[in-house]
């Protein structure tokens, strides 16, 4: 089956027992048990719930997966998988980091005794150098990167993972299973906020993992009981329902997406945009090998610094001020005193994430009235 069958139809089968082609929401906490640890396959609703089993067969389906695992939240996610690496573990990470897990990694997980590097993955010959200085737990990365959007060339980086041993973990939040599979280019583990492009709605909060490999199902399955930061049926229903429509909704969300860089390639008031998908990104030959589309964010710097990012954003009438991404509405944020404003300053400054920075999450209204709306809130600057 292609792509856009398998969200529908992909380990989805109809209900076995009614016909329903919607899984039921089973609602229920815990399960009648026909003699002691004889059941029918459910227990308790945080070590399993035929909802959310639905849901995470059909993420494996998608992203190519032996086995997919949901959990509350993205950073459920995260917080279970690095439950996995101990006291001494070491971390080489992407230096551009959406600023949640940065603040995970950096004000959490060091004080037990985690190191994290932070490398450049765009520059190989530099994360060649710092794999070799010891032993690696884990290399994990995000492409394209949270908000400047910087490409990782994945099939590299899994080749200079595996001649040290390091399993490899992808989020792939901002491209989504319908314009990239790492697993397909070697990763170990992908990880996903399914609150944003998967549940589509802003509706929901959700996380992700996605395994290739049985031992990993294992290990993390027993974390994801253990810790408990599961999704509840409801939810996991939810993201569900999303996925059938993920296609043709990052299909809308590119065609808007590339409606707004019009406006802003060469305006005289933008000093630098970030779309994987236009040739001016320093690493569109990698998207076009990489991925099978480019998403619905756009990354604008404004001129004229923080005040001028304001006035911009004051002028925005379809693009609403708030936070995430990835739903079929379109919004708009600063992410230097927002997403990213747990990292300090300077250090989000020489990542390029300015006091000017904004980032556009593209819905699927019509194009030309975001485009629209773009090009009024430029003209406010």
Known sequence: MRFDTRLIHGRQPP??????????????STFRQLAPNRNQ?????????????????????????????????????????????PTGSRIVSVDDLYGGTWRLFDHHRRQFGIRIDYVDMTRLEILREVLAQGPTSLVYLETPTNPLLKLVDLAAVVRLAR????????????ASPANQRPIERGA?????????????HSDIIGGALVLRKAADVERFAWLQNAIGAVPSPVDAYLVLRGLHTLGVRMRAHEASARAVVEVVAGHRKVRAFHYPGHPSHPQYSLARRQMDGYGGIVSVEVAGGRAAALRFLRGLKLFTLAESLGGVESLAEHPAS????????????????????????????DPADLADDVRRALGRI
Do not use: W
């Open 41 to 85: 396959g459910y227990v308790y609703s945080r070590s399993a719930n035929p909802t959310r089993t639905a849901l995470e067969n059909a993420l494996a389906e998608i992203e190519g997966g032996r086995a997919g695992l949901a959990f509350s939240s993205g950073l459920g996610a995260l917080a279970t998988l690095l439950e996995a690496f």
């Open 163 to 174: 001649r040290e041993g390091a399993p490899v973990a992808v989020d792939n939040t901002f």
């Open 338 to 365: 927002m997403t990213h404003a747990s990292v300090p300053r300077e250090q989000r400054e020489a990542h390029g994430v300015t006091e000017g920075l904004l980032r556009l999450s593209c819905g699927i209204e």
């Open 188 to 200: 170990d583990i992908v990880l996903h906020s399914t609150t944003k492009y998967l549940g589509g």
């Open 15 to 28: 209900d076995p027992l009614t016909g329903a082609v919607n899984p039921p929401i089973y609602l229920s």
